[in-house]
């Protein structure tokens, strides 16, 4: 199983970002998917998932401000992140399964930073 995060940089406060996640080596459309991100210094924070059928779930946090999506044909994930805050500074990255909380592999993730 291969992913692939992109679509990382650097935002103003307030500003969006979409993030995406290339899955390869598996059959993505049966599979669930989360985002996690990890803060420098601090662990894996969950941060959303999206089950097969198209259920997403978020973290509080994330809530109204964050939109999980697929596109099983493309077997790409997509994080839509909207009015992003300083806090929401971190590497993000993909995992199979929901309410995923482990760290990045090697080289995984893309960065975000949230600065003026």
């Known amino acids: 199983v291969q992913l692939a995060e992109s679509g990382g940089g650097m935002v103003q406060p307030g500003g969006s970002l979409r993030l995406s996640c290339a899955a390869s080596g598996l059959t993505f459309s049966s599979i669930a998917m989360s985002w996690v991100r990890q803060a420098l210094g601090k662990g894996p924070e969950w941060v959303s998932s999206i089950k097969p059928d198209g259920d997403t779930l978020y973290a509080d946090s994330m809530k109204g401000r964050f939109t999980i999506s697929r596109d099983n044909a493309r077997n790409t994930l997509y994080l839509q992140m909207n009015s992003l805050k300083p806090a929401d500074t971190a590497l993000y990255y993909c995992?199979?399964?929901?309410?995923?909380?482990?760290?990045?592999?090697w080289g995984q993730g893309t960065q975000v930073t949230v600065s003026s």
């Open positions: 995992k199979l399964g929901v309410f995923v909380e482990e760290p990045p592999s």
